[in-house]
Each structure stands twice: as structure tokens, then as C-alpha cells.
Nanobody, 120 residues
Framework: QVQLVESGGGLVQPGGSLRLSCAASGSIFSINAMGWYRQAPGKQRELVARITSGGSTNYADSVKGRFTISRGNAKNTVYLQMSSLKPEDTAVYYC??????????????WGQGTQVTVSS
């Protein structure tokens, strides 16, 4: 079994900051890219940020300069530092990771999601 567990969501005022964390656990052989997606009510799930095992990153245009994705030293964790938050950032944020199991094929896994609400 492989699990992704997110934490760090909550309610924050516009202009504030939050840090999301996600840890992968289970029978993992290797982890390639990890990332964060989000889904607002009535909208499609969209990529927020992604980071490869080598540290290359890419961001949605809407969050560039405000959000930073990083991975922990153990490489099984991923973080999303969110600053200058706007009401339009309100969504459920999902962690994803491309994982090869022991044994098993490589595929994408998803966390259960964490709610981020930006409101005054």
C-alpha cells in the first residue's frame, strides 16, 4: 500500500500565508515527480505546482511568484509554501506523486485533499 497524507490547510485572510505538507509512505521503491493540484467548487482540477526528483519545478501562471514548491531531504515529502493568498486561491488542494512500488508498476497516487479557504 502507498499513502499520501496532506496537512496544513485552513482559513487565512487575503494576503496571508499557508504551508501545505504531504508525506508519502508505504512500500515505495522510488518517487519521481511530486506536485500539487487544486479544485475549486464548480471548476476542473488544475495543476498548481510540480517538482521532479531532480528539483526542476513548474508552476501555474496564476501562482508564479507567490507559491513555492519544495521537497524534503528524505525526498518522500513535498511542501507548498503559499504567500500573498487571494480569495481565488480557495480550493481543495491535492498532493500527487509518481511512485514505483515494491513490487509494482510506476503510477500516480493522490492524497485525500486539504481545504484552503482565503477569506476576510
Amino acid at each position: 500500500q502507498v499513502q499520501l497524507v496532506e496537512s496544513g490547510g485552513g482559513l487565512v485572510q487575503p494576503g496571508g500565508s499557508l504551508r501545505l505538507s504531504c508525506a508519502a509512505s508505504g512500500s515505495i521503491f522510488s518517487i519521481n515527480a511530486m506536485g500539487w493540484y487544486r479544485q475549486a467548487p464548480g471548476k476542473q482540477r488544475e495543476l498548481v505546482a510540480r517538482i521532479t526528483s531532480g528539483g526542476s519545478t513548474n508552476y501555474a501562471d496564476s501562482v508564479k511568484g507567490r507559491f513555492t514548491i519544495s521537497r524534503g531531504n528524505a525526498k518522500n515529502t513535498v511542501y507548498l509554501q503559499m504567500s500573498s493568498l487571494k480569495p481565488e486561491d480557495t480550493a481543495v488542494y491535492y498532493c500527487t506523486a509518481n511512485i514505483e512500488r515494491v513490487p509494482g508498476p510506476r503510477r500516480d497516487y493522490w492524497g485525500q485533499g486539504t481545504q484552503v479557504t482565503v477569506s476576510s
